[in-house]
């Protein structure tokens, strides 16, 4: 945990209720040696912040999930940062770029999953450290709340646009279009038939005879 103290900033690395918390009994858990080597690779000094601090909080998790979550998060916020040249991860208004990723107008390097996951993800971060913040005391939740992400403000426009409605919609547009596909297929069939069935009872059909002068 030395070597994570030296590679977040100087608050985190005494963040209180954690395993840097200069009164822990025992009661806060260290990192697990992956998940610091983990966060020792994350280059933007903002996005490691945020996501130590998570871990931190988060400590008495299973080693893997919480990798996973970490792992999870790292690479999308990485590529938002990087798409829209921001420094800072505490630059992202969610209200409105995590709106765009949502609709499929912005974070155009993401992945399909990466797409629901990083707006899912947003919001077991800021709830964490809502979580989190309610715990501290007044003087240190002064101290800490600058690494805390910016909530969803405005949730009703994410309605439409929110992961699992996003993917539910689009499930749907592709049995409605796989179903479409059948439905052409039965009707030109079925026209088909029909006009072969017109043909052959044409065909059957005898000639009235000619009737002399």
Same mark, same amino acid.
């Not at 209200?95 to 107008?105: F, I, K, Q, S, Y």
């Not at 912005?106 to 809502?130: C, D, E, K, M, S």
């Given at each position: 945990?030395?070597?994570?103290?030296?590679?977040?900033? *100087?608050?985190?690395?005494?963040?209180?209720?954690?395993?840097?918390?200069?009164?822990?009994?025992?009661?806060?858990?260290?990192?697990?040696?992956?998940?610091?080597?983990?966060?020792?690779?994350?280059? #933007?000094?903002?996005?490691?912040?945020?996501?130590?601090?998570?871990?931190?909080?988060?400590?008495?998790?299973?080693?893997?999930?919480?990798? #996973?979550?970490?792992?999870?998060?790292?690479?999308?916020?990485?590529?938002?940062?990087?798409?829209?040249?921001?420094?800072?991860?505490?630059?992202?208004?969610?209200?409105?770029?995590?709106?765009?990723?949502?609709?499929?107008?912005?974070?155009?390097?993401?992945?399909?999953?990466?797409?629901?996951?990083?707006?899912?993800?947003?919001?077991?971060?800021?709830?964490?450290?809502?979580?989190?913040?309610?715990?501290?005391?007044?003087?240190?939740?002064?101290?800490?709340?600058?690494?805390?992400?910016?909530?969803?403000?405005?949730?009703?426009?994410?309605?439409?646009?929110?992961?699992?409605?996003?993917?539910?919609?689009?499930?749907?547009?592709?049995?409605?279009?796989?179903?479409?596909?059948?439905?052409?297929?039965?009707? #030109?069939?079925?026209?088909?038939?029909?006009?072969?069935?017109?043909?052959?009872?044409?065909?059957?059909? *005898?000639?009235?005879?000619?009737?002399?002068?």
């Amino acid at each position: 945990m030395s070597v994570l103290a030296r590679l977040v900033s *100087p608050e985190i690395a005494a963040a209180p209720l954690t395993f840097f918390d200069e009164s822990n009994d025992g009661r806060w858990e260290p990192l697990k040696p992956r998940v610091v080597a983990y966060l020792g690779l994350i280059q #933007n000094q903002s996005l490691r912040d945020v996501l130590a601090l998570y871990a931190l909080i988060k400590a008495s998790l299973v080693e893997y999930p919480l990798y #996973n979550q970490l792992a999870g998060w790292a690479s999308p916020l990485r590529k938002l940062l990087e798409e829209h040249q921001l420094a800072s991860v505490y630059e992202i208004d969610p209200d409105d770029l995590l709106l765009r990723v949502a609709e499929g107008t912005a974070g155009l390097t993401l992945t399909a999953q990466q797409r629901p996951f990083i707006v899912l993800g947003w919001n077991t971060l800021t709830n964490a450290f809502l979580e989190y913040g309610e715990r501290l005391n007044e003087s240190e939740r002064a101290v800490m709340s600058k690494f805390f992400l910016r909530p969803l403000r405005k949730r009703f426009r994410m309605h439409r646009s929110r992961p699992s409605i996003v993917i539910r919609d689009r499930r749907e547009e592709r049995v409605k279009a796989k179903t479409d596909v059948v439905h052409r297929r039965f009707t #030109n069939s079925a026209s088909w038939q029909r006009s072969a069935a017109t043909r052959r009872a044409a065909c059957m059909t *005898p000639c009235a005879p000619l009737l002399g002068p």
